[in-house]
Nanobody, 125 residues
Framework: QVQVLQSGGGLVQTGGSLILSCTAS????????MGWFRQTPGKEREFVSA????????YYSDSAKGRFFISRDNTKNTVYLRMTALKSEDTAVYYC??????????????????WGQGTQVTVSS
């Protein structure tokens, strides 16, 4: 069983920045695709960003492109999402996810193997 633990989040003003962190247990972390998703009440969970394992590419949703930046530190089994130029529409619960079988689904798919507990991000004017 892989544990995915998130930290960060909170309240930030419009135009501000925030960093989310996510640590996953397991010795094969460097091979896993790590993703960030978000969800607002009444809506489906949506893809934000993903970073492949083994030095592979990063992926971003159109809304995240140019404002959000994903990175990972394999020595700490941690992935980060740096969010800048935040807008009110970025307000959501953000989820981190690990995919231990990345070849079986696309980065944008919800078919990740392990999920974090979610963290609230609220962007206020």
């Amino acid at each position: 069983q892989v544990q995915v633990l998130q930290s960060g989040g909170g309240l930030v003003q419009t135009g501000g920045s925030l960093i989310l962190s996510c640590t996953a247990s397991g010795q094969s972390f460097r091979h896993w695709r790590m993703g960030w998703f978000r969800q607002t009440p009444g809506k489906e969970r949506e893809f934000v960003s993903a970073l492949s394992g083994d030095g592979g590419p990063a992926y971003y949703s159109d809304s995240a492109k140019g404002r959000f930046f994903i990175s990972r530190d394999n020595t700490k089994n941690t992935v980060y999402l740096r969010m800048t130029a935040l807008k009110s529409e970025d307000t959501a619960v953000y989820y981190c996810a690990a995919n231990r079988k990345p070849s079986e689904s696309s980065p944008e798919s919800l078919a990740y193997t392990d999920w974090g507990q979610g963290t609230q991000v609220t962007v206020s004017s």
